[in-house]
């Protein structure tokens, strides 16, 4: 009896090794995949910063005005001179 509950603790030791070592990777994969999430997060609030600032200080609305007068101004301009664009 006493041999048999030798072995069992033997045994389960070696399972509970091989448990641990299994989870230890397991946490050195997940600790990877948080450290790509958090890099790709960074990345996205970087954009949506970079965003949100230019929608602030008006440039994307003056970038669009600026380009819709120079549409104008050539349109006008090859009206004067006898030329149609299709669009």
Do not use: P, W
């Not at 389960?12 to 990877?32: T, V």
């Amino acid at each position: 009896m006493h041999g048999a509950l030798m072995e069992l603790y033997k045994l389960s030791g070696k399972y509970n090794d091989a448990e641990l070592a299994r989870m230890e990777i397991e946490a050195s994969r997940n600790g990877a995949k948080v450290e790509e999430l958090q890099d790709e997060m960074e990345q996205a609030l970087t954009s949506i910063t970079h965003f949100l600032k230019t929608q602030m200080d008006g440039t994307a609305a003056k970038k669009m005005a600026l380009e819709a007068l120079q549409k104008k101004k050539h349109r006008s301009k090859n009206s004067c001179l006898g030329i149609r664009i299709n669009q």
